[in-house]
């Protein structure tokens, strides 16, 4: 039975053009990413990136139209919210920065949450984008 914190398909847009996508496999539990739909492999290897944890944290961006193109300023200092994702389900979590500019995660409590051994993947997602993250079931 699934539960309302259960994430087993992960979106994250970007972008208009930049959408990528995590699946869940039970068996290695771990997230296999896909780009434009397809397995996003190593290069090298050519083997799947697949990720333990996942970790999505929203920030504030500035966007600037340069004559060489768009940049994107993140704020990675002022901390925010986000979601820690890992073995099919997702948990809510604050983010911070501490005295010696480490990455803290918090859950709803303040309390530093115990991420999981293994590969973990971290997206800086702008916060206007939040409610279009999909964490569910699919």
Do not use: M
């Amino acid at each position: 039975t699934l539960s309302s914190n259960d994430s087993l398909y992960v979106r994250i847009p970007f972008s208009s053009a930049h959408t990528t996508e995590f699946k869940y496999d039970s068996t290695s539990q771990t997230y296999t990413r896909y780009q434009l739909g397809s397995i996003h492999t190593d290069i090298e290897t050519g083997k799947a990136l697949s990720f333990t944890n996942l970790i999505i944290l929203f920030c504030d961006t500035v966007t600037y139209d340069k004559s060489s193109g768009t940049e994107i300023s993140i704020d990675v200092q002022s901390g925010g919210t986000g979601y820690y994702i890992s073995d099919g389900k997702y948990t809510d979590i604050i983010w911070h920065r501490d005295e010696n500019s480490n990455l803290k995660f918090c859950d709803k409590n303040g309390s530093i949450i115990q991420i999981n051994r293994g590969k973990t993947y971290i997206g800086l997602v702008k916060i206007s984008t939040k409610n279009s993250v999909v964490l569910n079931s699919k």
